[in-house]
């Protein structure tokens, strides 16, 4: 009888080894690519979170303007944003101010905690003054007003298109028929904590308290404002809230974003800045 054949002791370490050998490289090979994937998707989220952040932050500050901003910190700012225009028939001055303003379908004029006006009177937009500072010209409540029968906004238009609505607060601003009006809403940008990481806030326009402050971007590392004036600029000391902020008229945003996850054991960071021409 034939004797069968087999393997020798030594093919069968050598054939072990091998084996062993190539399944280490094909676990390294996915072992990498896994990272490789995972570092990707950090750096795609922190792209994300750092372009959607200066995106929303730079689309608001473009709709202020310099007289508007209430308080310009390191890491903090608050300003108003004009959220509809119109022109100005009447007010006491005071607590009430009467304006025209075009009818935009599924656009309400707004009004209540967070909202107020500033006009455009002697060349200059402003709130009410209050000693040196800018101070919020609050509007508590609106009601609809007749164009024919409110004085000063007899010779607008009533064709339709617009609608009159009186508005009721405090430190209103003089004003005189004619002038241009915005009605705005408050918003506020800082950094706060939350599970242990810091995230870009921004309030959603609904309160002055502040109380409503959501997150927009995160982790985030550093949010940091810069002020400039003048031509060419030149940077400011960041005023907080003083009568300085009415001179501010180009603002840097700046800011450094971490990911989620940490690939081995470090998170992945992105920089980025825009910068924003302030309307005067």
Known sequence: MAARGGFTLVELMVGLVLGVLVVGFVLDFVTGQTKIATRQTAREEVQQNARGALEVIASDLRGSISSGLIQASDAEIRFMVPRRWGIVCGGNGSTQTTAVFPVLPGDAVPFGDGVGLIVLTGGNWRPAIVGANPTLATVTSRAAASLTAVPGCGSRSASGQVEAFT???????????????????????????????????????????????????????????????????????????????????????????SSRASIPGQAVTETGSVTVQIRN
């Open 167 to 257: 508005f009721t607060g405090a430190n209103h601003p003089a004003v005189n028929a004619g002038d241009r009006i915005a009605i705005y809403q408050v918003v506020r940008y800082d950094v706060g904590t939350s599970q242990g990481r810091n995230w870009i806030r921004r309030s959603n326009g609904s309160g002055l308290a502040d109380t409503n402050m959501q997150p927009l971007a995160g982790p985030v590392d550093s949010l940091r404002f810069d002020y400039f004036s003048g031509s060419p600029p030149a940077a400011l000391p960041a005023p907080g809230t003083a009568a300085a902020t009415a001179g501010i008229q180009m603002i840097r945003v700046a800011l450094k974003t």
